[in-house]
């Protein structure tokens, strides 16, 4: 390619548990099959702190955080055909190339392309786009939108309509998609009982998308009382703080106890290993589900008595809500524009991208479900 490398701004996390600094970066032009894009807006999400704080075992630094993004095609590689400099796009962590063992099966969204070098902090042809002062700058999830320009693989961007208001549906890039899709893609919550651990972002999607689809009963639970509101306006029936339990009662015998005999789907969306197994206990002996959503630190481990799953309960996990972002993700936006599925509702925060530590911290204070940077 002939393209130019652009000089802009990007916020670099120089090493594990620092905050990030604004810095002017040098971003190359995309290679073969690769997408430069605009970064217009981009969330904060959960994970860009795991790793920042050094929690994530695939963490590489220098990096360039970011994976909740919205952008305009600046210019496109060699053999490049479903996206043209002007689209509209939206960044996928998770990629979808059509073509792998994994795309074939028709039973998972997670794809081998591009995945092994894209948690070595690399692009796919193992090098980077990025430099900073002439150093090198890993990439991070294959999408870095904390940064004004970007380049990512060309199976891991999507087109959405140029209508649909960039500062909103940037956010489809990972809570509010994941949140829909391990609900939605998980047969039977019509009519059932269902439980939430932790209500952030993660957590509101999943008992707003619990309400659509009909569930009986949602059961929000939440170690921050402020949450209890915020869940019962996304559809919550009922709020536990497990924190005030009875002195001894453990949060799972005492969702047993009030559902008789438990739940028929639980999600763990705190990422604690703990409340994992707790979701777990709480599940219908026969025939309770359990999914693990929050991302657990490294050397962490989940642990219960095999017994929960011989006798018929499922524990399972999904990521980016088990969905399919080039094929699925314009359908979402068209949900949100027709008014299905909210968005707005989850931005309690927005920032000028020189105030994105601050963006960080919004996170910290248990106010805040989602920021929204703009770039
Ligand atoms: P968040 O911090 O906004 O929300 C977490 C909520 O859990 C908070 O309200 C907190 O008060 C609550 N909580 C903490 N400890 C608790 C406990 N012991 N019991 C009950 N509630 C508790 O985070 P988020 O952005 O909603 O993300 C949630 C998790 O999902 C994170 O671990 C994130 O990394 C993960 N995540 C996973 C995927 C995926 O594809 N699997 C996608 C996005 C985010
Ligand atoms: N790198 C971590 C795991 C991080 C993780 O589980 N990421 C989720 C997305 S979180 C989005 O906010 C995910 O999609 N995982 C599947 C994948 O392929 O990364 C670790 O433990 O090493
Ligand atoms: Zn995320």
Request: include cysteine.
């Amino acid at each position: 390619t002939t393209g130019k490398v652009i000089k802009c701004k990007a916020a670099v996390c120089w090493s594990a548990g620092e905050s990030l600094k604004i810095e002017d970066v040098e971003v190359q032009p995309p290679q073969a099959h690769e997408v430069r894009i605009r970064i217009l807006y981009t969330g904060i999400c959960h994970t860009d702190e795991y790793t920042r704080s050094g929690k994530d075992s695939e963490g590489v630094f220098p990096c360039i955080l970011g994976h909740e993004g919205g952008g305009i095609v600046e210019s496109v590689g060699e053999g490049v055909t479903d996206v043209k400099p002007g689209d509209h796009v939206v960044p996928l962590y998770t990629a979808e190339c059509r073509e792998c063992k994994f795309c074939k099966s028709g039973k998972t969204n997670l794809c081998g392309k591009v995945r092994t070098t894209q948690g070595a902090g690399l692009m796919p042809d193992k090098t980077v786009r990025f430099k900073c002062n002439g150093k090198d700058i890993y990439h991070f999830m294959g999408t870095s939108t904390f940064s004004q320009y970007t380049v990512v693989a060309d199976v891991s961007v999507v087109a959405v309509d140029p209508k649909a208001p960039l500062d909103k549906v940037c956010l489809l890039g990972c809570g509010i998609t994941t949140a829909w899709g391990a609900v939605a893609k998980q047969p039977g919550v019509k009519g059932s009982s269902v439980a939430v651990f932790g209500v952030g972002c993660i957590g509101l999607g999943v008992i707003d998308t619990a309400r659509l689809t009909g569930a009986s009963r949602i059961i929000a639970v939440d170690t921050n009382p402020s949450k209890e509101n915020w869940a019962r306006k996304f559809g919550a029936t009922d709020f536990v703080n497990p924190a005030k339990l009875p002195e001894g009662k453990r949060i799972q015998d005492y969702l047993v106890d009030i559902t008789d005999g438990g739940l028929d789907y639980t999600f763990d969306c705190t990422g604690n290993v703990q409340v994992m197994r707790a979701a777990l206990e709480a599940c219908h002996k026969g025939w309770g589900v359990s999914t693990i959503i929050g991302v657990a630190a490294a050397g962490q481990e989940i642990s219960t008595r095999p017994f929960q799953l011989v006798t018929g309960r499922t524990w399972r996990g999904t990521a980016f809500g088990g969905v399919k972002g080039r094929t699925e993700l314009p359908i979402l936006v068209a949900d949100y524009t027709s008014g299905k599925i909210k968005i707005d509702e989850y931005i309690t925060h927005r920032r000028k991208f020189s105030e994105i530590n601050e963006g960080f911290h919004d996170m910290h204070g248990g106010e805040c479900i989602r920021c929204v940077v703009d770039m």
